[in-house]
């Protein structure tokens, strides 16, 4: 992510909304981080992998990791 002095955001802001890295931009005031400007997302598609390691694997995506046995009417943990 890149940080950039509020001064610079200043002079550079028209450009640098051209190019917002995916990351976004922290701007900062005496070296503290006072805000982060982000790209707008245009539709949900764009949102496909933005989260790392939600989805991750083979696992069952509607599972609790709670086994249920019908017959003996105990659950366990798988």
């Not at 950039?4 to 976004?24: K, M, S």
């Not at 790392?52 to 003996?72: Q, V």
Request: glycine share 8%; aromatic share 6%; proline share 5%.
């Amino acid at each position: 992510m890149k940080n950039l002095p509020v001064t610079d955001f200043r002079e550079q802001c028209l450009h640098l909304f051209d190019n917002i890295p995916a990351d976004g931009i922290v701007i900062t005031k005496r070296g503290k981080p006072i805000a982060k400007v982000v790209r707008l997302v245009s539709s949900c598609s764009e949102l496909i992998g933005t989260i790392p390691h939600l989805a991750a694997g083979d696992d069952d995506l509607f599972s609790t990791g709670i086994g249920w046995d019908a017959e003996s009417r105990h659950a366990h943990i798988d």
